[in-house]
């Protein structure tokens, strides 16, 4: 579903599958720095957030959180929804709000700037996402991207994937593993869970199709 031109202007189910994740296991989170990369509304990094937000030992500040996506209308959307006072990632900050845009680290120019500014400025120790392997034509783009986070460190990326067409599905995990990463699968709804455990539990059917997918450089 396309709102807008964009489909970062609705949360899909996998943002809701990696919610629910990290809320069970908030440790994964906990006084991390974090980079999303298609944030959209901003659902996800607004839980990350306010699991940190719960957890801050009085005086002492919450580490970077980096919610980005390529359009600017997203990315409003997305300020405004962290910013709400119901919402208690209100009271984070050091919410960031930024612009990233995959292709250009396909471009060798356009590469080195964003390595710097991924490694240096936002120092993610964690690097999460949901339902952003949807086009085949973004593969490369994001792994791309991942890479110039990732290489060479001990930083770990933890995506929610939908699966909507196996082909696709396929070409990630090839083109991630020939690219250096390891892929391991952390979690597959089907037959682990109840639909009472979820956030909203109308979205449940839709989570047997998704996958939880922890990726790192190859040491």
């Keep these: 579903m396309i709102e807008a031109g964009t ?39 607004i839980v990350v957030g306010t699991v940190q937000v719960l957890s801050q030992a009085q005086g002492s500040p919450l580490p970077k959180l980096w919610l980005t996506d390529v359009d600017e209308t997203v990315l409003s959307v997305c300020r405004r929804n962290v910013d709400l006072s119901c919402n208690l990632s209100s009271l984070h900050g050091n919410i960031q709000v930024a612009r990233i845009d995959w292709f250009d680290a396909l471009n060798e120019t356009s590469a080195y700037n964003m390595s710097f500014v991924i490694r240096e400025q936002m120092d993610p120790e964690l690097i999460i996402g949901s339902d952003i392997v949807f086009d085949p034509s973004l593969i490369k783009p994001l792994l791309s991207t991942l890479k110039l986070a990732i290489t060479d460190s001990n930083r770990t990326a933890l995506f929610a994937l939908t699966m909507r067409n196996e082909t696709t599905m396929s070409m990630f995990l090839s083109s991630a593993q020939s690219m250096g990463f390891m892929v391991e699968e952390l979690a597959h709804l089907a037959g682990s869970t109840g639909t009472e455990e979820f956030l909203l539990p109308n979205v449940a059917e839709d989570m047997s199709r998704v996958k939880l997918l922890k990726l790192y450089w190859k040491s």
Excluded at 12 to 31: E, G, K
């Design 7 to 45: 489909t970062g202007l609705r949360t899909w189910t996998a943002a809701f599958f990696l919610a629910q994740y990290l809320l069970q296991n908030p440790d994964i989170v906990l006084q991390k720095r974090v980079l999303e990369l298609g944030s959209g509304i901003g659902f996800t990094g």
